[in-house]
């Protein structure tokens, strides 16, 4: 459960099971209480995760060792898809 007590998912399986992840429903804040889905403080609206679309650890695209002058690329998903896991290579360095 959220803060708010909205549920987010039935259990962790369901979260990341299946093809993509959960559909992702209702607001996600930031520890300062921001809505990252409005906030224009938030411009890439990304989940960084690392992770193929089945949950697994996506070894080369995970910014593992990433320094802020290489090149190097991480998974993320765009938030508004609403697919968790549903990830694209983005640049480490993309804020």
Same mark, same amino acid.
């Given at each position: 459960?959220? /803060?708010?007590?909205?549920?987010?998912?039935? !259990?962790? &399986?369901?979260?990341?099971?299946?093809? !993509?992840?959960?559909?992702?429903?209702? /607001?996600?804040? !930031?520890?300062?209480?921001?809505?990252?889905?409005? $906030? *224009?403080?938030? *411009?890439?609206?990304? #989940?960084? @995760?690392?992770? &193929? *679309?089945? +949950?697994?650890?996506?070894?080369?695209? $995970?910014?593992?060792?990433?320094?802020?002058? +290489?090149? #190097?690329?991480?998974?993320?998903?765009?938030?508004?898809?609403?697919?968790?896991?549903?990830? @694209?290579?983005?640049?480490? !360095?993309? *804020?």
């Amino acid at each position: 459960l959220s /803060p708010q007590g909205q549920l987010l998912a039935k !259990s962790w &399986t369901s979260l990341f099971g299946g093809q !993509s992840g959960a559909a992702l429903r209702g /607001p996600i804040y !930031s520890f300062n209480g921001r809505n990252v889905l409005t $906030d *224009p403080l938030w *411009p890439q609206r990304l #989940a960084w @995760h690392g992770s &193929t *679309p089945r +949950g697994g650890h996506a070894r080369r695209w $995970d910014c593992q060792g990433w320094r802020s002058s +290489g090149t #190097a690329e991480g998974m993320a998903a765009a938030l508004g898809e609403g697919r968790l896991l549903a990830g @694209h290579r983005h640049n480490c !360095s993309t *804020p």
